[in-house]
């Protein structure tokens, strides 16, 4: 898809509307699975709840859980209709642990005053007891794992799970030690390492859980871990446009966030190669002009040029390549789905 076939769904993209298929799932296929998950977080919350603050809650209580979503999906998938083996079920409340314990560390690196629209644990806290918090997250899901070990090759799972822990550190750091004045190629380059460890792992990891928490096939495990990944790619950059179009009441953020702190997201790098060096755009985000009171022209800026819609058609592609790895599985209300939610996530803002 080139720059030019994306422009119909941008023009809709800026608009705002959305469709949401993920709570729909959660009510009608997967409303057992949604039941049973909503009991076994709480069971495994239950041990911190000395601890735990309206922030944290806020945390758990609100979001799609569309990582839980995707491991019920999958472990669906080869499993079929019927309940899920308890280490599934269990595999997927640790899976939402661990995403929560990156949130609110994102939010003490970025000094977020605010998640999803209520205030952070980061402002809520501060930076202090936030980590601590967010390692109490982390600590907790990792145990969540090592209970669903029943068999050896569960271990390997407890393996990859602090494999993706760690890669998303390193997502995180490399976003960090990111120089505006690379060339646009070692930019996109550094981008899509960076989202790759920052968020994708974390799909993959999902759907990789439901496979193998049913003992599904280990060609199985990597096919779907494949689709994972690309719905996660898609995900990131459909967020990374998002900051550029969606208002504080739509998004839970100011809109441009991400050049107010000179992040390097996709459509704003290919925005600085197509404006040049000179542009204000490019100089602000070198360091050479302080944040304005008004962030609006350097957004209308970047939403103007042809890598705004460059930057969805990457995502679309990324979404349409992840369909391709599920062609290996039966035809069955869970595949679909799983396709359906791939292109909801480029065409949420539809």
Known sequence: ?????????????????????????????LSADLDRYRTL???????????????????YDGGKKVRPLLLSLS???????????????????????????????????DESAVRRGVPSVNAARGPGQAIIVGDMQFVQAVRGFVECIDSD????????????????????????????????????????????????VLFALACECGIALVDGRTRDVRRIGHYGRRVGRAFQVMDDLFDLTQ???????????????????????????????DHRLSRFMRGEQPVPDDLTPLVDDVRATT??????????????????????????????????IALHVVDRGR
């Open 41 to 59: 977080l709480a069971e495994a919350l239950a041990p911190q709840r000395d601890y735990l603050t309206d922030a944290e809650r806020a945390l």
């Open 307 to 340: 890598g705004f819609a460059r930057a969805y058609a990457d995502a679309r592609r990324q979404a349409l390549d992840a369909l391709e790895y599920l062609r290996p599985f039966p035809r069955n209300p869970y595949r679909d789905e799983l396709e359906r």
């Open 247 to 277: 208002d504080e009441s739509a998004s839970g953020k100011p809109r441009g966030v991400d050049i107010a702190r000179r992040r390097l997201s996709l459509p704003i790098v290919y925005a600085m190669a197509e404006l040049g060096d």
């Open 153 to 200: 090759r569960d271990l390997g799972l407890v393996k990859s799970v602090l494999d993706v822990a760690y890669r998303i550190c390193c997502g995180e750091l490399d976003e960090l030690r990111v120089d505006p004045s690379w060339r646009t190629e070692v930019l996109l380059e550094r981008y899509w390492r960076t989202i790759d460890r920052k968020t994708a």
């Open 1 to 29: 898809m080139t720059a030019a076939d994306a422009a119909p769904r941008v023009t809709a993209l800026r608009s705002g509307a959305r469709e949401d298929p993920v709570s729909e799932v959660w009510r009608t296929l």
């Open 75 to 109: 472990a669906h998938l080869v499993h079929g209709p019927g309940e899920l083996p308890d280490k599934a079920a269990r595999g997927a409340v640790s899976l939402e642990m661990l995403h929560v314990a990156t949130l609110i560390h994102d939010d003490v690196v």
